[in-house]
T-cell receptor
Framework: DADVTQTPRNRITKTGKRIMLECSQT?????MYWYRQDPGLGLRLIYY???????NKGEISDGYSVSRQAQAKFSLSLESAIPNQTALYFC????FGTGGSYNEQFFGPGTRLTVL | AQSVSQHNHHVILSEAASLELGCNYS??????LFWYVQYPGQHLQLLLK??????LVKGIKGFEAEFIKSKFSFNLRKPSVQWSDTAEYFC??????????FGSGTKLNVKP
């Protein structure tokens, strides 16, 4: 969905490096999420934010941090990357309100991160 | 916390075969239910969703799903699959309009 963009799309880095993944959306949604996808494990929630001042840990937040710079921007940082953080990372957005698209999530194209 | 179970991790079918993918969730309160599809190399896209009303939900590309509250299930069906349906399918549950929980996914491989 072109309304949710992620940069970079691919990144190879070394153990110990700090990495930032960025997500931007033009959908006007107030809620944003970061997930990681690993084969056989589905999507696991890292962090989520229901508005600029509201940030919450997901089920696997250790080793990660986030920043909600604006309603449209939500960045994920790996403070000191390690090999088991090699995964596909997805950003998603949703809105809370009335209407047919109430609460549905829209996903970005993903960032494939490899930590050597 | 919510848990979402997808019973089949890998399904192989021939074209024109019927498909049913199972999904069960644990939360007994207010839930919104979704099926997403991820084609190879792509991001997740919504197939269909259930919020309320008719428990039989029709989505895109001929897919449908049935919400059975008593069984905590939301199984995905398609009467006749095509090669282009080869993808990974994820069931997701949103409880009380809060977080989303995803199943581990089912990889569908349709042989031409």
């Amino acid at each position: 969905d072109a309304d949710v963009t992620q940069t970079p799309r691919n990144r190879i880095t070394k153990t110990g490096k700090r990495i930032m993944l960025e997500c931007s959306q033009t959908k006007g949604h107030d809620r944003m999420y970061w997930y990681r996808q690993d084969p056989g494990l589905g999507l696991r929630l890292i962090y989520y934010s229901f508005d600029v001042k509201d940030i919450n840990k997901g089920e696997i937040s250790d080793g990660y941090s986030v920043s909600r710079q604006a309603q449209a921007k939500f960045s994920l940082s790996l403070e000191s990357a390690i090999p088991n953080q090699t995964a596909l990372y997805f950003c998603a957005t949703s809105s809370f309100g009335t209407g047919g698209s109430y609460n549905e999530q829209f996903f970005g194209p993903g960032t494939r991160l490899t930590v050597l | 916390a919510q848990s979402v179970s997808q019973h089949n991790h890998h399904v192989i079918l021939s074209e024109a075969a019927s498909l049913e993918l199972g999904c069960n969730y644990s939360y007994g309160g207010t839930v919104n239910l979704f099926w997403y599809v991820q084609y190879p190399g792509q991001h997740l896209q919504l197939l269909l969703k259930y919020f309320s009303g008719d428990p039989l939900v029709k989505g895109i590309k001929g897919f449908e799903a049935e919400f059975i509250k008593s069984k905590f299930s939301f199984n995905l069906r398609k009467p006749s699959v095509q090669w282009s349906d080869t993808a990974e399918y994820f069931c997701a549950v949103n409880e009380n309009f809060n977080k989303f929980y995803f199943g581990s996914g089912t990889k569908l491989n349709v042989k031409p």
